[in-house]
């Protein structure tokens, strides 16, 4: 595993192109070699994001704001582990929400 130390501060936030339109992204580790991806997603009001699946588990930390998925509300300060292969979402927003995720290889 590599050492990485980034200021979230430092960074800008930039127009995603993996998620619906209005949603903005920090990278924060890329997920080359040994490293864990983690991102910041800003979501705007009214987004919404279809249910999907992952091989790998993803883990949200949602920092402000909150998202509803299958008609539970998941508020500012809440982590979630999902594991690879769940079918998660759909996702959605009624305020301004920042969520830190993290795709993983899960060891039991």
Known sequence: MVNITVNI???EWEESKEYPPG????????GSGMTPRVILLKLPPD???ESHIHHYA?????????YESRGRIYPEGTFRTI??????GPF??????VI???????HT
Not at 92 to 97: A, D, G, S, V
């Open 9 to 11: 501060n430092d960074l």
């Open 23 to 30: 949603t903005g992204v920090k990278i924060l580790s890329d």
């Open 47 to 49: 987004w919404y994001m």
């Open 58 to 66: 993803e883990q949200h930390l949602i920092l402000e704001g909150e």
């Open 83 to 88: 594991p690879p292969g769940s079918d998660h």
């Open 92 to 97: 959605i927003t009624t305020k301004w929400t």
């Open 100 to 106: 830190m995720v993290t795709w993983c290889a899960l």
